[in-house]
């Protein structure tokens, strides 16, 4: 299975301050040992 992360979802992983991380760590956490894609936010 592919996993499509957009940076959002990423940047909220990190911190630990952020008001989504405990929901964007743990889908970050449940792909970790698999191949996934991280998509860019466009401009």
Do not use: C, G
């Not at 979802?9 to 191949?35: D, G, L």
């Amino acid at each position: 299975m592919k996993v499509l992360f957009d940076t959002n979802i990423i940047v909220a992983a990190m911190i630990e301050t952020h008001p989504k991380y405990a929901v964007s760590f743990s889908w970050v956490q449940k792909v970790r040992n698999r191949v996934s894609y991280f998509k860019h936010n466009s401009i």
